[in-house]
T-cell receptor
Framework: DGGITQSPKYLFRKEGQNVTLSCEQN?????MYWYRQDPGQGLRLIYYSQIVNDFQKGDIAEGYSVSREKKESFPLTVTSAQKNPTAFYLCASSRTGSMNTEAFFGQGTRLTVV | SQQGEEDPQALSIQEGENATMNCSYKTSINNLQWYRQNSGRGLVHLILIRSNEREKHSGRLRVTLDTSKKSSSLLITASRAADTASYFCATGRYGGSQGNLIFGKGTKLSVKP
């Protein structure tokens, strides 16, 4: 089945720890995105990548880092510099970076600081 | 920065009734998309309407776009309990961040059996 897979579904982080969220797609899409969703605030863009080995900051990139070494993979690291990381994280991909294409989403990772 | 804003924030209806959600946006757009999210899950694309289109249908969904008023509406006809979800509009962003979508805060729809 073609799709976009996020793991893990639930993740717990201790104060001062870095954690990495996985996002893999087998749709052969060029563009991939990371969004953060907080209650009542909709989705906010963290980072996006339109091509392998290239990525750009979104609206709330501080405290996060990404890499795009392979077309299929776009992992997100939540660093200790992110002061309020508890949220629902959504990864998405689209065929191209064009605004005319729909985005396909993973099922999300819920990150909680303990 | 929020581009699309959905209205109402929450909507509760009985099964069989129609549900209408609205989206307003601020700047020029290339297209507007509607997505659905079941609680605790990822978003699913419903429909895309281009700036030169006024109306589009997909099954029980009807989307309209009024670029002069910078607004769009999503109508779900003959609603079902399974339509219970949050619905988001998203607009494409011009400029240096080309290619990414800006989402509104969503309308939470509850359909009671």
């Amino acid at each position: 089945d073609g799709g976009i897979t996020q793991s893990p579904k639930y993740l717990f982080r201790k104060e001062g720890q870095n954690v990495t969220l996985s996002c893999e797609q087998n749709l052969n899409h060029d563009a991939m995105y990371w969004y953060r969703q907080d209650p009542g605030q909709g989705l906010r863009l963290i980072y996006y990548s339109q091509i392998v080995n290239d990525f750009q900051k979104g609206d709330i990139a501080e405290g996060y880092s990404v890499s795009r070494e392979k077309k299929e993979s776009f992992p997100l690291t939540v660093t200790s510099a992110q002061k309020n990381p508890t949220a629902f994280y959504l990864c998405a991909s689209s065929r191209t970076g064009s605004m005319n294409t729909e985005a396909f989403f993973g099922q999300g990772t819920r990150l909680t600081v303990v | 920065s929020q581009q699309g804003e959905e209205d109402p924030q929450a909507l509760s209806i009985q099964e069989g009734e129609n549900a209408t959600m609205n989206c307003s946006y601020k700047t020029s757009i290339n297209n507007l998309q509607w997505y659905r999210q079941n609680s605790g899950r990822g978003l699913v694309h419903l429909i895309l309407i281009r700036s030169n289109e006024r109306e589009k249908h997909s099954g029980r969904l009807r989307v309209t776009l009024d670029t002069s008023k910078k607004s769009s509406s999503l109508l779900i006809t003959a609603s079902r309990a399974a339509d219970t979800a949050s619905y988001f509009c998203a607009t494409g962003r011009y400029g240096g961040s080309q290619g990414n979508l800006i989402f509104g805060k969503g309308t939470k729809l509850s359909v009671k059996p």
